[in-house]
């Protein structure tokens, strides 16, 4: 299964970040194998518009779930719309959360965890 998850830094290791669309990175992991590529959020920067940008790139990226700490609305419609299931509670690395899947631990998200432009107070842009 390929899952997409919010990361802080390039690899396995580092922390999930809580941001969904003004997080630095999103590691691609299979499931099958652990194998992961590492996608910088090119949204992250953005002055507006964030988080659906940062969804539409993980459509097309071909993701099946993502794990992330909280999803604004507009980010929640554009990938629920596009049947990719959304999943939080992580906490540690990317490696715990992918763990944490793998065993059922994490909360699959029905609705919006923050409001609008929320990752932009939780410093989005530099």
């Known amino acids: 299964m390929k ?10 290791d580092s922390p999930v970040d809580y941001r969904f669309g003004r997080c ?3 590691l691609i992991v299979d499931t099958d194998d ?5 996608i910088p959020n090119e949204a992250a920067n953005e002055f507006g518009g964030a ?4 969804a539409q790139n993980i459509i097309k ?7 992330t700490g909280n999803i604004g609305p507009n980010a929640y419609q554009v990938l629920s719309s596009a049947g990719i ?7 540690g690395t990317v490696r715990d959360a992918i763990e944490s899947f793998k065993n059922n631990e994490l ?12 990752g932009r107070r939780l410093g989005g842009i530099k």
């Open 3 to 12: 899952i997409v998850v919010t990361s802080s830094g390039r690899d396995m």
């Open 24 to 26: 630095p990175y999103f």
């Open 34 to 38: 652990m194998s992961f590529e590492v």
């Open 51 to 54: 988080g659906i940008k940062a």
């Open 61 to 67: 990226l071909g993701a099946e779930a993502l794990i």
């Open 85 to 91: 299931r959304i999943f939080a509670g992580p906490e």
């Open 107 to 118: 909360h699959e998200i029905k609705a919006p965890t923050s409001p609008s432009h929320s």
